[in-house]
């Protein structure tokens, strides 16, 4: 099946810092990528949904100049989460479409960041 | 707004065990039902879907059937393996408007040999 790998898979920086995460579809191209972000047994939530070489759209709530995403090509999305503070930490997981059904999305394993 | 509302877990039963995660949910008009698994170090894989009312869906053993009237989409597998053990999500999509993945909270199963 398809692949989506996210590097790094985790992440500790300071407190005013930027972390960027990289998504990546392996074997295929990536029309549409999706971020999303779980804390502790809470669900994954939709921070926004990207599609390659225009805007981000963002889900309402989600600071667009605090988490920068970047899809410039078919198979790399980038989230800058940028002067990143401790209530920034979670676990961000990308996922990758190529087309079709709103369903059939391929995920990443999931980015774990510590902001101390 | 749509939402998913799953069993709290872990969950921990030994193998061959009967297995049930429950999950409800609210939304508008009928949604696509689904449950995602996530093994350890893996990202989220579509394990099994239904996209209408009294639809079973089904694969590697694990069963769930759309029930209207109760709104449930309950998970459940007659005789797990310890391979099973993993994170399971349920999740919908509305028809209606965005068609945007809504996700219960997770659920970790762990079955012992």
């Known amino acids: ?42 669900s994954l939530m939709l921070m926004a949904t990207s599609n390659e070489g225009s805007k981000a759209t963002y889900e ?22 940028t002067s990143a503070h401790p209530e ?12 079709g059904e709103a369903e059939t999305q391929y995920f990443g394993p999931g980015t774990r960041l510590l902001v101390l | ?5 799953q069993m709290e877990g872990p969950v921990t039963l030994s193998e061959e065990a009967f297995l049930t995660i429950n999950c409800t949910y609210t939304a508008t008009g009928y949604p696509s039902l689904f ?13 099994l879907k239904a996209t209408k009312a009294d639809d079973k869906g089904s694969n590697k053993g694990f069963e769930a059937t759309y029930r209207k009237e109760t709104t449930s989409f309950h998970l459940e597998k007659g005789s797990v393996q310890v391979s099973d053990s993993a994170v399971y999500f349920c999740a919908l999509i509305s028809i209606q408007g965005a068609q945007k993945l809504v996700f219960g909270q997770g659920t970790r199963l762990t079955i012992n040999p």
Request: hydrophobic share 35%.
């Open chain 1, 60 to 81: 309402q709530g989600v600071e667009k100049d605090k988490f920068l995403i970047n899809h410039a090509s078919l198979t790399l999305s980038t989230l800058t989460v």
């Open chain 2, 35 to 47: 449950w995602y698994v996530q093994y350890p170090g893996e990202g989220l894989q579509l394990l």
């Open chain 1, 1 to 42: 099946g398809a692949v989506v790998s996210q590097h790094p898979s985790w992440v500790i920086c300071k407190s005013g810092t930027s972390v960027k995460i990289e998504c990546r579809s392996l074997d295929f191209q990536a029309t549409t990528m999706f971020w999303y972000r779980q804390f502790p047994k809470q």
């Open chain 1, 88 to 99: 920034d930490s979670s676990f961000y997981i990308c996922s990758a479409r190529a087309g």
């Open chain 2, 1 to 5: 707004g749509n939402s998913v509302t």
